[in-house]
């Protein structure tokens, strides 16, 4: 019979998980990693055929359009398993995980637009330095006048492999081992979105960067907030992970 499911959450450094991640954003805005995003992309960049990933169909066509549209049936299958957990009591504790799982993943995406917006940052395709006809300017600089805002930051599609940050915080007290490969797998599947995009031209790498933490400060403050039960002391934490059986070697 399994056990059941645990009652309070596993212990959460809040040095690992929050300040941490606060440090590398007031590292990002202190210290910004212009030289090495330029470095980067004009490994990817020549004059005579711009970036050598613009007009692939793999980048763009499978690793960005298949890729997004995958992520968005996931968080639709997502949204249908808490509407129907609304009306079929059996599925009545799946209630809140899911309520997390489709809120943080609909945050994680919904605030590039606006931060895209507010910024007007280029992409590295709009730039002079890259065949484009824009000035370069860093986050918190000005904008030279242009008719033409920019809206590069952060990196969206880069979103549709972090936001499953919020897969790994869902399982991290009843499954924590499956949650390390959930983590891993947003870790990867977020990089390796990010790098398509800056072959293309589409982002720098801080772009990225900057998606990477929004995502995951996003997925950590929900868990806080929805499913994180912190473990009063001296009560011995119990998770669904079967126990392992010592064998007597005497």
Request: glycine share 8%; proline share 4%; hydrophobic share 50%.
């Given at each position: 019979m399994p056990t059941p499911a645990p009652l309070y959450s596993r212990p959460l450094?809040?040095?690992?998980?929050l300040a941490l991640p606060l440090a590398l954003i007031v590292l990002l805005l202190a210290f910004p990693p212009t030289s090495l995003d330029?470095?980067?992309?004009h490994l990817f960049y020549s004059q005579e055929l711009g970036f050598a990933g613009k007009h692939s169909y793999w980048l763009e066509d499978i690793l960005h359009d298949r890729a997004k549209q995958a992520v968005i049936s996931f968080a639709v299958l997502a949204a249908l398993g808490l509407m129907f957990s609304l009306v079929y009591k059996p599925w009545t504790r799946l209630r809140l995980p899911l309520a997390y799982l489709v809120l943080a993943m609909s945050l994680c995406t919904a605030i590039v637009t606006p931060l895209k917006v507010v910024t007007g940052v280029h992409c590295p395709w709009d730039l002079?330095?890259?065949?484009?006809?824009?000035t370069y300017s860093p986050l918190l600089g000005t904008r030279e006048p242009t008719a033409k805002p920019g809206r590069c930051w952060p990196a969206g599609?880069?979103?549709?492999?972090?936001?499953?940050?919020?897969?790994?915080?869902?399982?991290?007290?009843?499954r924590p081992r499956?949650?390390?490969?959930?983590?891993?797998?947003a870790l990867a599947l977020g990089s390796l979105l990010s790098i398509g995009r800056i072959m293309q031209g589409a982002h720098f790498l801080s772009h990225s960067l900057w998606t990477a933490l929004f995502d995951w400060m996003i997925a950590l403050g929900c868990y806080h907030f929805l499913?994180?039960?912190?473990?009063?002391?001296?009560?011995q934490l119990t998770t669904r992970e079967p126990a392992k059986t010592v064998t007597s070697l005497d």
């Open positions: 450094s809040l040095w690992l998980c330029f470095a980067i992309s002079s330095e890259f065949g484009g006809t824009e599609h880069a979103s549709s492999g972090f936001t499953f940050f919020a897969l790994y915080f869902l399982l991290r007290d009843r499956l949650a390390k490969v959930a983590l891993v797998f499913l994180y039960r912190p473990q009063p002391k001296g009560l």
